[in-house]
DNA sequence: CGGCACGTTGAAGGGCTTCAAGCTCTGTGG
DNA sequence: CCACAGAGCTTGAAGCCCTTCAACGTGCCG
C-alpha cells in the first residue's frame, strides 16, 4: 500500500528516526504527499509559509532573488531534508523560492503538527535544534568565504559541498557530481559569474583535477580540489 | 541585593519573558554572573562549547579567522542577546571567537540547564526556534548580499544595520552608533578592505548623508543611505 | 609630548566582470 | 531522419572596481 510505503520513506528521513510508530501515523495522516517536476516550483518568494515540506526523492534547491534581478543559491536539497520548516514554524513568508533539480516527492505538512510532536517528543526537538546550528555554521562559513575568499577558492569550494550532497563514485577514486548542474548554477552557488566558472572549470579540466562537460562535473583529484579550496 | 538584580536583568531579556519566577531562580542558581572588559574575549574558536552566555549590558562581536590570518565579523550583541546557545546545545566547538566591544556583564550557563527548561516549558523552544530563525535569515541576507553586491550597497547595509542594534537619537533627525567602530571593524563587517571603507565614507561625508570621526559614525541622512544599499 | 593606533589619500595593478561573438550539444517537430 | 532553434558553453578583449602598497596626517592616551 502507498501510504505505508511513504511512512518508510519519512521513517528513514533523520529527524523523524527517533520518533514511535504512532506519531509517524499521525504525520501521515496529516501530511499530503505531493510529486513535482524538474524545473517546477514548490513555493516563491514572499509566499506565506503555512506549510513545510519533507523531500523524500529527488533534489531541490533554494533560491533568493536579489532586486536587480540576479539569483542566488542558498542551498541545495536531497533525500530527507526538511525544507522550509524553520520558516513554517515562526510562520512567515518565505524568503526564497524553491526549485526541484530533478523529478521529486514530498510530504507537506502543517506546522501545528510540528509543534504538537515537538512538545511530546523531546527528541524531536533537539533534532531540530541540531538541523538548524547546522545549517547556520553552513551559512556562516559561506558568509566568510564571500567576505575573505578569492573565486577559484569559493568555486572549489562550491564543488566540494556539492560532492557531500550528491557525489555519486565514478571509479578510480572520482566523484560524479549526480546532479543537473550547469555553469551559471555554479556561479549561483559561488557568487561569481557563468564565464569565470567556465574559464576556472576548463583550466582544471586541462590539469586533469575535474573533468566537465554539459551540466555535469565530475571530481578526478579531490585531494587537489580540496588544496584549491583551502588555499 | 544582588541575586534580584540579576535576575530582573534576564527576567527583561526577550528569551525569558515568559517564564515564571520559579524557572528564572532556577536559572540564577544555575549561572555565574561575570565582568569582562573592553577587548577581552569571551571565548575562542575551536574551544569546546560547555557553556552558554547571556548578555546583561554592554556589547559584544563574534567574529571568525580565516586561514590566511583575516576576520570576517558574524554579529553584533547586545543587551538581552543569547551567545553560543545554539553551538552549546549541540555540544560542538565554538565556531569564532567573542570578543568584548565594550565592557559587559554576562551570566554564563550550562546547556542542560537548557534543555530541562525547553522541556518544561513550551514558550522557551518557541522563543528559540524564532531567535534562530532570525539569524539564519539574517545570515542568509549577507550570503545574498555578499554574492550579487558591491562593496557600496555593503557598506551602507553594515551601517543601517548596526543602526537597528546600536542606534541612538543624535538630534535632527540623525542617528548615532553608539559603538567604538574603526574603519577596519567595518570593513570586517562588509568584506571589503578598510582602505576602501574610509574612502567611501568620506565621500558619504562630502555628500551630507554621514558624519564620521575616529572610531564613530553618525548617519545624518538615513534615508539616502537606504537608497544607496538598495541600488 | 611622544608614541602608536587610527585614518586619509594617492598610485599602480590585477582579478574579475561585462560585453560580444561564435561554438556545441540536445531535444523537438516536420 | 535531419534540420533547426535554443540553451548551454567557450573564449577573447576591454575595462573597471577594488585591493594592495605606500606615505603621510591626526588624534588619543600614557
Redesign the interface.
Known sequence: MLLTEHSDLLKNTRLFAALPAAALDQICRAGQFTRIERGAFLFHQGQPADRFYVLLAGQMRLV?H???G?D?T?AVFTEGDLIGL??A??E?AF??TAEALADSTLCTLPPAVM?SL??QH?AL??E???M??A???E??A???E????RVQQRIARSLTRLASKVGVSAGDGAVRLDVRLSRQDLA?MS?TTLETVSRTLSAWEAQGIISAGREQVTIRDSHALMTLA?A
Open positions: 533568493q536579489t532586486t536587480d540576479k542566488v542558498m524553520i520558516v514554524l515562526t512567515d524568503p526564497g509543534w515537538m512538545n523531546a526537538s533537539v531540530i535544534v541540531r538548524m546550528a545549517r547556520l555554521h551559512a556562516h559561506r558568509i566568510r564571500l567576505s575573505a575568499e549561483q557568487g583551502e
